[in-house]
């Protein structure tokens, strides 16, 4: 049986924190009305993370007052599938981007065209 790593809620928050610290600043700037939240088991399985919103590139002129987007990183699943914390942490960067990348536009086929 693989070893499951187990990671306080505050330690993970802490590496999706990290994560996002990673973003290149020309894109954190451009990035609008989105949150980011820990949020311990997905809807559905197979979940890591799930971007919920209208994507930058599909915002217009009607784009106002409205709700931020939503991006879920769910630390359950990524702790059950990592065996080092050093593959948590990976993983947590890895989710975040693939999120982010939802919230630019980028789609699940494009973002698997680019290695991730």
Known sequence: MATVIEVSRQKF??????ALDTIPP?????????????VDDP?????????TGVPLTERGDWYSAVLPDRIEIYRNP?????DTEARVVEEVRITVIHEIAHHFGIDDD??????W
């Open 78 to 82: 990524i702790c059950q599938m990592c």
């Open 110 to 115: 494009r973002l698997h065209q680019l290695g």
């Open 13 to 18: 928050e802490e590496l999706v924190a990290e």
């Open 43 to 51: 809807p559905e399985p197979d979940l890591l993370g799930l971007y």
């Open 26 to 38: 020309e894109l954190t700037r451009v990035m609008s009305n989105v949150v980011v939240v820990v």
